[in-house]
């Protein structure tokens, strides 16, 4: 399982990789805003995307659309992480295709049921 | 910032002062036919009424330049070099200090974190083992070779966990010496806070002696229509008074129940 962690600021990234690391995921690499992680995606066979909403470059949303509009990334399952708590944000993410959603700042606890839900439902398809 | 509560209607007061007075000189060269006279009177009226324009925006100015350049505070104790303060020197580079402070803080936190949370981890082990073996001891399942291995084993384990601990309790103090950049970001940013409000004083002020001018002169402004877009592709950040707004979800389970009612 391989995942990637995009946030523009290093020490969210690190508190999500730590928290991976608890959950018993590893594998996983990091970059700071869309640009960086959509190249990434498309040449690293990634299993999983974290992704933060607002950063400089692309935005985690533009990221989100990016991936489901590219045709070996769109079932590739998507959890933002993020301060963003609108509730039109919330619907356009869904809208948009996001597969979890979690408002900062948020518990472990929030994430592991949010990464479990999205691998119970990736599992039963 | 030295401003009069409303500089705009001291400006209009004097000015209509001055247009009475100037009018009643006004008719009275008109009425006797004296245009040239008059001329100047319409000239001294334009004059009162761009001197006080000028006056109003140079005192503003004045004022936003003040309340800009007197934002300096003393971080030398903070930072413990002269040369450093100096490069601190306007409300961006103190903002940037803070989220130096904070970013140096919560590396320091999780580089404790993750020193000391394979230690505890190893240390449970152990003690999961001794335990399990300690339990065949009682159950007296143990061969005396093994006891005595056990005996060592037992020995080694408490010496390990009375280290163990020390070193953890000594992290755990450096993480808690770790927060005490809340101090000094915190009063950057109230000193930020204060230099945010003088400027929108200072704005405010400037739009009602605009409004006053535009009184005076009878200027007026088509109103632009400002277009609300729905949410930013950028995003937005984090929101305050997330609980007393109706637009905004207050925590993870309002999230949950939203997606639940899209059908999530």
């Known amino acids: 399982m391989k995942i990637l962690i995009v946030d523009d600021f290093s020490t969210m990234r690190r508190i999500i990789k730590n928290l991976l690391r608890d959950l018993g995921f590893t594998n996983t690499a990091e970059a700071d805003d869309g640009n960086t992680a959509l190249p990434m995606l498309q040449s690293g066979n990634f299993d999983f995307l974290v992704t933060d909403w607002n950063m400089p470059g692309m935005s985690g949303i533009d990221l989100l659309r990016a991936v489901r509009a590219d045709e070996r990334l769109k079932h590739l399952p998507v959890l933002m992480v993020t301060a963003e708590a609108k509730r039109d944000q919330i619907i356009e993410a869904a809208q948009a295709g996001v597969n979890g959603y979690v408002v900062k700042p948020f518990t472990a606890q929030a994430l592991k049921e949010k990464i479990e839900k999205i691998f119970e439902r990736v599992q039963a398809k | 910032m030295a401003l009069s509560k409303d500089p705009g209607q001291a400006t209009a007061q004097e000015f209509e002062h001055s247009l009475k007075d100037n009018a009643r000189q006004l008719v009275d060269h008109l009425e006797q036919g004296d245009f040239a006279e008059a001329l100047l009177v319409i000239h001294a009226i334009n004059q009162a009424r761009d001197r006080g324009l000028y006056h109003e925006v140079g005192q503003l100015t004045r004022a936003l330049h003040n309340s800009i350049v007197n934002f300096q505070i003393d971080t030398t104790h903070a930072l413990g070099d002269e040369t450093e303060t100096s490069k601190i020197s306007d409300a961006s580079d103190r903002l940037d200090y803070v989220v130096q402070l904070t970013d140096k803080a919560a590396n320091r936190t999780m580089d404790l ?41 037992m020995g080694d384990f408490l010496e390990k966990a009375e280290n163990t601990s020390n070193d953890v309790s000594g992290h755990l103090n450096d993480i808690l010496i770790a927060q005490d950049y809340q101090d000094l970001t915190g009063q950057v940013i109230k000193r930020v806070i204060t230099l945010v409000h003088d400027v929108e004083e200072s704005l405010l002020s400037l739009v009602r002696m605009a409004g006053q001018v535009d009184r005076i002169t009878g200027i007026n402004h088509a109103e632009t229509a400002s277009e609300t877009k729905k949410t930013s592709p950028r995003g937005e950040g984090p929101q305050i008074h997330a609980d007393t707004r109706e637009d905004v979800v207050s925590g993870q389970d309002e999230v949950d129940d939203l997606l639940s009612s899209l059908g999530f």
């Open chain 2, 113 to 153: 974190v993750e020193i000391s949370a394979p230690k505890i981890s190893e240390l449970g082990g152990e003690a999961a083992a001794l335990r399990s073996d300690w339990q065949r001891l009682q159950r007296r399942e143990m061969a005396a070779d093994e006891f005595r291995e056990l005996y060592k084993r």
